[in-house]
Nanobody, 126 residues
Framework: QLQLVESGGGLVQPGGSLRLSCEAS????????IGWFRQAPGKEREGVAC????????YYLDSVKGRFTISRDKAKNTVTLQMVSLKPEDTGVYYC???????????????????WGQGTQVTVSS
């Protein structure tokens, strides 16, 4: 059974850092595109970062470029999202998702991913 479990969320002050982890079981992450998505109350789910399964190319939402880094550890079967210089607008529930994608992950929206974790809350507030 394919399963994704996120961890690492929490409450942090503006300017702070968090490291989110997405651990997979039942399949090997290295062969899948992995996306991190977030959803704030009343807003549509948006893609924050992704890493392609084919060539490990990465993509970032413009508003997080230079602050967030996505990486994959094949040995640990884990994908992490390192977040620094956090802002209040980064607040939301963060989800990781996995899918076999034919093209670079930058070309796909959240509804094209079929395997999701349960989410982890990130709150940036003073």
């Amino acid at each position: 059974q394919l399963q994704l479990v996120e961890s690492g969320g929490g409450l942090v002050q503006p300017g702070g850092s968090l490291r989110l982890s997405c651990e997979a079981s039942g399949f090997r992450l290295g062969y899948y595109a992995i996306g991190w998505f977030r959803q704030a109350p009343g807003k549509e789910r948006e893609g924050v970062a992704c890493i392609s399964g084919s060539d490990s190319s990465t993509y970032y939402l413009d508003s997080v470029k230079g602050r967030f880094t996505i990486s994959r550890d094949k040995a640990k079967n884990t994908v992490t999202l390192q977040m620094v210089s956090l802002k209040p607008e980064d607040t939301g529930v963060y989800y990781c998702a996995a899918e076999h994608l034919a093209l670079s992950c930058r070309n796909y929206k959240y509804y094209e991913y079929g395997n999701w974790g349960q989410g982890t809350q990130v709150t940036v507030s003073s």
